[in-house]
């Protein structure tokens, strides 16, 4: 009898490329959870730089839906909206603000504990929130990186090249809005020290 041997090299080139796409796949999520909470990993790659004085939290509202999940909480300082759902402060906690040197900022307890993003902040305001003004903003309240809209330019409107430092440039995409809001304006409000 002439007995033929299966190869299994195939087999196991495959179970090694899955095994290292799933360890790939698994480091993106260790790195993306530690920047969500500030971690360890993340604190020694990106050490924070800036840290509050400690407040005294209450949350006033959880929503932990499929695609929405944020809490609003309660400082002497203000409102603060955090991304996600993963870090509740509970009723009276010791919470702090921390920033490092990319100006991330987050709500961390104050023990060391667990850290939440901060989405914007609301400086002084209680909660129930006021009513928005006619442009949908809310004077007193900041986000990183963002400022208050511009009004949207008609569809067909676009604005003229030699308006635009530079031109469009290759990839032909507007620059971002005059007057975006730095955290290093507002974060002060927050409680965190002066920069400037």
Partial sequence: ?????????????????????????????????????NGMVWRWLRPVTLQSPAQTAVPVDVKDHRRVAYVVVQTEKGLYFLSGTDFVPAKGASVVVQANGQWELWLCAADGGPCSPIHSFCAGMAWPMPEREADGSLPGCHAPHTGRPLPAPAADEKPPVEAIPGGMGKRK???????????RDWAHLMGLPATR
């Fill in 173 to 183: 995409r507007a620059p971002p809005p005059v007057g975006i809001s730095h955290p």
């Fill in 1 to 37: 009898m002439n007995e033929k041997k299966i190869d299994k090299t195939p087999i196991l080139w495959l179970f090694a490329i899955l095994a290292f796409c799933g360890l790939i796949g698994a480091g993106f999520a260790f790195m993306g959870s530690q920047r969500q909470h």
